[in-house]
Nanobody, 120 residues
Framework: QVQLVESGGGLVQAGGSLRLSCLAS????????MDWYRQAPGKQRDLVAK???????NYADSVKGRFTISRDNAKNTVYLQMNSLKPEDTAVYYC??????????????WGQGTQVTVSS
């Protein structure tokens, strides 16, 4: 059974920082892509940042220069360092991964989400 478990969300004042973590566990052979999405109330779920297996990264324009995504392949973990947070960053943040399992098939998994609230 494969799981993605996020941690690190919370309440922070504007200008502050938070670090999200997402641990993947289960019968994993390899993880191709790990990324973070976010969904604010009444809005669609949008990609925030992505990191591939060769550690190339992509960011949404709204977070470039403020957020940094990284991964630790040995720990099957992806991180999102969020600096200079703004009230508009308030959302539920979801971890997502495309993984090859021990059956050699590729699957897409989502975490349960973690709330990030930025007060003005």
């Amino acid at each position: 059974q494969v799981q993605l478990v996020e941690s690190g969300g919370g309440l922070v004042q504007a200008g502050g920082s938070l670090r999200l973590s997402c641990l993947a566990s289960g019968n994993i052979r390899s993880i191709r892509i790990m990324d973070w999405y976010r969904q604010a109330p009444g809005k669609q779920r949008d990609l925030v940042a992505k990191v591939t297996s060769d550690e190339s990264t992509n960011y949404a324009d709204s977070v470039k220069g403020r957020f940094t995504i990284s991964r630790d392949n040995a720990k099957n973990t992806v991180y999102l360092q969020m600096n200079s947070l703004k009230p508009e960053d308030t959302a539920v943040y979801y971890c997502h991964a495309n993984m090859v399992l021990t059956d050699r098939n590729e699957y897409s998994y989502w975490g349960q989400g973690t709330q990030v609230t930025v007060s003005s």
